[in-house]
């Protein structure tokens, strides 16, 4: 995701023959082709989106997407519709247009300390619903199929979870909803009173973890989720704990929890098993730097010297993940 000064700003919206040249994002402001440049051929980002109907409308409600997106959510908010409160219930007509989403009664505003307008440099009075609204709103287009996002290898990834896509993209949500906004599972519950089953609420915020570091971390955890008798996420590595700090049972932890403040945190691992002493890595795109393969490679001893066996995993891996589950079963086989 590109920097908010790096987005393009929206301009006037030109007269006559130059208008074959410009994106149209509203009635009077749009974008040059070519200015784009971070989002080649997709959806202009939200912010780009947000900047336009704020300055044509400088009293917005945001809800949804655009919502999470000015409360601080990184993720998928690109790609997906601008929605603001309204009294109306007035449908897009392109995908760049306003979707007025109706509030009958009082609008759950989030409060002024949360959303920061100057941050995305959106004039005028600009709010947003609060996150548990607006994560609501999202879970409902998610579930109905209404707005999506690409998963790999989609049938085969369902039938390794168990899992429809619609489900284990509203996980994806809910855990970086909880992440990066902060939610409380008890309003999100009162929120979604007869606009969503709370079995299936309840159902999907049991899958979803608090420090879920991104969507295919949560992928990950979600395909092993039934091979280990216990999954920790977002555990911490200490380098060169001393001996008082080794566990009782040197059987069953893959980390040494840290008892002195000065010992240095050296990783955290995604998804970790304590019985079966494996340690599960999804490397994103950053790790093919060389500091990071280098910094890896000194994670990976540690944790093998402290008995733990160590798996990584990559987005093209993630493209076959009956593969994922196949490995992970010969490592709990061998440790077993």
Same mark, same amino acid.
């Given at each position: 995701?590109?920097?908010?000064?790096? /987005?393009?700003?929206?301009?006037?919206? @030109?007269?006559?023959?130059?208008?074959?040249?410009?994106?149209?994002?509203?009635?009077?402001?749009?974008?040059?082709?070519?200015?784009?440049?971070?989002?080649? $051929?997709?959806?202009?980002?939200?912010?780009?989106?947000?900047?336009?109907?704020?300055? /044509?409308?400088?009293?917005?409600?945001?809800?949804?997407?655009?919502?999470?997106?000015?409360?601080?959510?990184? *993720?998928?908010?690109?790609?997906?519709?601008?929605?603001?409160?309204?009294?109306?219930?007035? &449908?897009?007509?392109?995908?760049?247009?306003?979707?007025?989403?109706? +509030?009958? $009664? &009082? %609008?759950?505003?989030?409060?002024?300390?949360?959303?920061?307008?100057?941050?995305?440099?959106?004039?005028?009075?600009?709010?947003?619903?609060?996150?548990?609204?607006? !994560?609501?709103?999202? !879970? %409902?287009?998610?579930?109905?199929?209404?707005?999506?996002?690409?998963?790999?290898?989609?049938?085969?990834?369902?039938?390794?979870?168990?899992?429809?896509?619609? /489900?284990?993209? *509203?996980?994806?949500?809910?855990?970086?909803?909880?992440?990066?906004? $902060?939610?409380?599972?008890?309003?999100?519950?009162?929120?979604?009173? =007869?606009?969503?089953?709370? =079995?299936?609420? #309840?159902?999907?915020?049991?899958?979803?973890?608090?420090?879920?570091?991104?969507?295919?971390?949560?992928?990950?955890?979600?395909?092993? &989720?039934? !091979?280990?008798?216990?999954?920790?996420?977002?555990?911490?590595? +200490?380098?060169? @704990?001393?001996?008082?700090?080794?566990? *009782?049972? #040197?059987?069953?932890?893959?980390?040494?929890?840290?008892?002195?403040?000065?010992?240095?945190?050296?990783?955290? %691992?995604?998804?970790?098993?304590?019985?079966? &002493?494996?340690?599960?890595? +999804?490397? $994103?795109?950053?790790?093919?730097?060389?500091?990071?393969?280098?910094?890896?490679?000194?994670?990976?001893?540690?944790?093998?010297?402290?008995?733990?066996?160590?798996?990584?995993?990559?987005?093209?891996?993630?493209?076959?993940?009956?593969?994922?589950?196949?490995?992970?079963?010969?490592? %709990?086989?061998?440790?077993?």
């Amino acid at each position: 995701m590109a920097s908010l000064i790096e /987005e393009p700003w929206p301009e006037a919206w @030109p007269r006559g023959r130059r208008r074959a040249k410009w994106t149209r994002v509203t009635r009077r402001f749009g974008l040059p082709q070519g200015a784009n440049k971070n989002h080649p $051929g997709c959806m202009l980002p939200m912010t780009t989106r947000l900047r336009a109907h704020a300055m /044509e409308h400088a009293t917005l409600v945001l809800t949804g997407w655009a919502a999470l997106h000015v409360l601080g959510l990184p *993720a998928f908010c690109d790609e997906m519709p601008v929605e603001v409160a309204s009294r109306t219930n007035k &449908r897009p007509t392109s995908v760049r247009a306003v979707h007025h989403v109706k +509030y009958e $009664g &009082r %609008i759950p505003l989030a409060d002024r300390a949360q959303v920061s307008p100057k941050h995305f440099d959106l004039p005028g009075d600009v709010k947003a619903v609060c996150a548990e609204e607006a !994560l609501v709103r999202c !879970l %409902i287009s998610l579930l109905k199929g209404r707005n999506v996002w690409a998963l790999p290898n989609e049938r085969e990834l369902c039938k390794a979870c168990g899992m429809t896509a619609p /489900e284990i993209r *509203a996980v994806q949500l809910i855990d970086s909803t909880r992440r990066h906004v $902060g939610v409380a599972f008890g309003e999100v519950e009162r929120l979604a009173q =007869r606009r969503l089953s709370t =079995r299936i609420l #309840k159902r999907l915020w049991a899958l979803s973890v608090p420090d879920a570091d991104s969507p295919p971390e949560t992928t990950l955890r979600l395909l092993v &989720r039934d !091979l280990l008798p216990d999954v920790e996420t977002q555990v911490p590595v +200490y380098a060169s @704990p001393s001996p008082s700090d080794a566990p *009782a049972d #040197k059987a069953s932890p893959v980390l040494r929890p840290a008892r002195r403040k000065h010992l240095r945190l050296l990783t955290r %691992i995604d998804i970790a098993s304590r019985k079966l &002493r494996i340690a599960l890595f +999804y490397d $994103g795109a950053h790790h093919n730097s060389q500091r990071q393969r280098e910094h890896d490679a000194q994670v990976d001893r540690v944790l093998q010297a402290r008995g733990a066996t160590v798996l990584r995993f990559t987005a093209s891996s993630m493209h076959d993940p009956l593969m994922v589950r196949r490995q992970v079963q010969q490592v %709990i086989a061998r440790n077993q």
